[in-house]
């Protein structure tokens, strides 16, 4: 596991030197001096609980570097009620891909990888089965992002993505939903 996380650390690292003078997402607006994003999906923090924090690092007008944390982590849209209890987290590294000319936004499309670390616990026969959520997921995804000012961005995003753990499997399924509305602010 800790390699795993270390590889995404280096190819972060790795993409954000390479990003040094670049511009932001819209390709209509060159004039942008923006090359970083900050972001929350504040839909899943309000509906979930969920905290989702991202950074993103603009490489090109077509293309950005996104990572992300995933604080309290639900196998997609799962509530805690009923004594169902999330101890999981997540990184997640995408490379978005963004089309077309409008400078008030833009559609984007991602493959992603995400790394997903922690337990489900939940009551069954007067005690507490717990489940390991430790997993790999790849899938891909796509979104629209509103320029709605020089410094923020936000739209919707929905993504699918393939879990290749075996037991998250037996409990869940191993195809897992997932979207939300994000907040951006642009340095």
Same mark, same amino acid.
């Given at each position: ?14 993409? =954000? ?60 849209? +799962?509530?805690?009620? +009923? ?20 400078? +008030? ?38 979104? =629209? ?35 939300? =509305?994000?907040?951006?602010?642009? =340095?």
């Amino acid at each position: 596991m800790k390699k795993i996380l270390i590889t995404f650390l280096m190819i972060g690292l790795v993409g =954000f030197s390479y990003g040094q003078n670049v511009i932001s997402s819209s390709s209509g607006n060159s004039t942008s001096e923006f090359t970083n994003e900050v972001k929350v999906n504040f839909l899943n923090l309000i509906a979930l609980g969920s905290i989702e924090a991202g950074f993103e690092k603009y490489l090109s007008d077509d293309h950005s570097l996104d990572l992300q944390v995933h604080l309290n982590d639900r196998f997609g849209f +799962n509530s805690q009620k +009923n004594g169902k209890n999330y101890k999981t987290n997540s990184v997640q590294a995408s490379m978005n891909f963004y089309f077309g000319n409008n400078p +008030n936004g833009r559609f984007y499309l991602f493959p992603l990888a995400k790394i997903r670390f922690g337990e489900f616990e939940e009551p069954l026969d007067g005690g507490i089965a717990t489940t390991n959520m430790n997993s790999f997921l790849l899938g891909v995804g796509g979104g =629209f992002k509103w320029e709605f000012s020089p410094h923020f961005a936000f739209g919707p995003y929905g993504s699918i993505a393939r879990g290749f753990s075996d037991e998250v499997a037996e409990r869940f399924t191993r195809i897992e939903f997932n979207a939300g =509305f994000s907040l951006g602010y642009r =340095f």
